[in-house]
């Protein structure tokens, strides 16, 4: 599991600006130990095509007003729920973790109503003193680590980059909302199709 | 037990407390005094750092000392408790760990309150929240006040009084003085400690039997006096149907409780983002994991070193099996080796105690200060008319405030811990335990994840499935037969009991999840489409997440 995640840390490091976010230099730990180094430049990752549209989108409207303002901040977030690039991000969260989620829980609970129900089918022995009881529960563990291991690859290689566009999507509009600018709509979806296009890039 | 054994682990405890307040004095010594750096150590803690802290709030003494104990007791129902104690942190990984902490700030009210009228979800789910951590910190301080008179021999009433009201002074300096900071430190030692003790004692045990696990199951098999019996399931809940489905009720309060323990949802904000918030729980999942699979070998190795009718002669409640197991494998009492690996266990187990009861304290002084002072003061202010530039201004002092106001919540809460630890000490500690995760699974698991993934939910829905679920599970208990009508109760002499079972669980949880349904479809109110879209941008993307 440390190695999966370190592998995973150094694969990302170069240009993975989750390190960077809202406030730099924490200095974190990855999972080998060793000391990540921080992105300096935190608007980098956003896709060049994704930057110019929003600027572009910029100069059409005018300075919006305070109202705008307020407005404006429910407005991005609609718009990016209902991006494709949004909707893609959920499906594959969603796809995933239910799924998954259900699959334990009926595994649990069949564990534990088969031993208050069935006392006599897990004490059938396996080898030596092993019977079915203790297998199942080992058996347990083990799903337990392996489903921690396929989640957190799972959301690594196909979530993380695209919820991280979104993100500074996201946080493009709101300035650009900020700085008085006017926004159009499709921005959100034209930069969550540039999102994906980087995402195919790497 | 001899005096060396006291005067050891007193000793050993000592420098843990002299560290851990060393450590405390460390880390606060820059502190600006904001609620971000009291309430999450201005969220810095690497995955690993978190994953130890996790671990840490998570392996309380009853972990370490009662699982193995029921282990060496009743053998294999015993190694359920630790599945289900694992099991749990899936739901915690899969559905709540990175979308708290990218929906949320320092609560869980706050997830909550991203997209319902803040004032009464607040006040519901801090209410809950509180009533949760009291429940288990009052299991815990109860538990400190019994181990030092198993482990110590001070049987005395005045020492068990004394180390409750010590304990619970203690980690009030802790949290008024170090916050989220000095807490995380403060699990972080402690969980290298318990998972360092633990694996020698294990690797101890499987030495005895020269690595083979097949004669550690036999031997444990023959001593226990079941035969086989002891390592299939039905030895402590084979009876009646009732004890069956309590069984089946306490599994369920489990796996789903910890996903709304409130000193676990507080942890996820220690870290910078969604990401490092998973990754904490992996690191944790992978510690808890390996720590209940030794639990499993130090339970068996107990049953078959020292043998369970010695077990249960020292403690019916099988909470010194380890203790004893330690004793033994160091060269059986009077013995240096058997002294020192005695010593350390019990002074394992003090730091263990100290160290969960920290980060409830805190985590339930948080619920007071951030939820219910400042929804039950006023209303939170909206953007103040003025220029904006006085409106960061006002934030801050206000943050400061809540954050005095915490501290002075932490001392209170410790305040009725201590009284309500010292009045509760007769109390089974494994049943307050139970109770807590069934109040948590009922009231706080619903709320949670009808927030975070049903798109109509709204305010009323919120607050019918808090009180929807704390409301039974609280009476459930009250009307069961552990407060009235069984010897063992909390009430012997009367009997006003009508439902069966001793854990909530398999009533309360469908309750709170059905009350917050009803309370959605009911009311006339429609679910607000634009909170709900900020909510779930938020919590998938951590878009303007702090």
Known sequence: MEKQEGRGAATVRTDDPWYDAPASGWGELDGTGTPTTPVASAPAPMPATATATVHAGGGAGGAGTAEEHGLGAADIYLEVQRSAAFQEVRRRYRRFVFPAA?????????????????????????AGAVNVAMVAGL???????????????????????????????????????????????????????????????? | MSGDHQTLALLLFSAFVAVTLGITTWVSRDRHGSAEEFYTGGRLFSPMENGFAIAGDYMSAASFLGISGLIALFGYDGMLYSVGFLVAWLVVLLLVA????????????????????????????????????????????????SLVSLLLGGTSEAARAWTVIGVGALMVVYVTLGGMRATTWIQIVKAVLLMAGTVALTVLV?????????????????????????????????????????FISLGLALVLGTAGLPHILSRFYTVPTARAARRSVVWSIGLIGSFYLMTIVLGLGAAAVVGTD?????????????????????????????TVLFAVVAAIAFATILAVVAGITLASSASVAHDLYASLKKPRPEFPAGSPADFPATLDTEARGEVAVARFAAAGIGAVAIALGLLARDLNVAFLVGLAFAVAASANLPVLLYSLFWRNFTTRGAVWSVYGGLVPAVLLVVFSPVVSGSPEALFPGVDFHVFPLQNPGLVSIPLGFLAGWIGTVLGRERADEAKHAESEVRSLTGAGAV
Do not use: K
Request: charge should be positive; glycine fraction near 12%.
């Open chain 2, 310 to 338: 010695e077990v249960r002669a020292s403690s019916a409640a099988g909470n010194t099996a380890v203790p004893l197991l330690a004793l033994d494998l160091g060269g059986g009492a009077g013995s240096t080796g058997g």
């Open chain 2, 98 to 145: 990175e979308l708290v902490r990218n929906c949320g700030r320092f609560t869980l009210a706050d997830v909550v309150a991203t997209r319902m009228r803040e004032r009464p979800v607040r006040i519901a789910a801090g209410t809950s929240s509180v009533a949760v951590s009291v429940l288990y910190l009052v299991a815990q301080m109860v538990g400190a006040g």
């Open chain 2, 206 to 246: 499987l030495l005895r039997f020269h690595g083979d696990f097949n004669a550690l199951l036999t031997t444990a098999a023959e001593r226990s006096g079941h035969g086989q019996g002891f390592l299939s399931p039905g030895l402590a809940y084979g009876g009646g149907w009732t004890a069956r489905f309590d």
């Open chain 1, 139 to 202: 058996g347990q563990f083990l799903s337990t680590f392996l489903l921690t291991w396929a989640y957190s690859r799972h959301a690594r290689l196909h979530r993380d980059r695209d919820a991280l566009d979104l993100r500074w999507s996201v946080f493009d509009l709101t300035r650009s909302r900020e700085l008085g600018t006017a926004r159009e709509y499709g921005t959100v979806r034209e930069s969550g199709t540039a999102a994906r296009a980087g995402e195919r890039r790497r």
């Open chain 1, 102 to 126: 259900l699959a334990f829980l009926i595994w649990y609970l069949a564990y534990v109503v088969a031993a208050t129900t069935a006392p006599g089918l897990m004490a059938r022995p396996v």
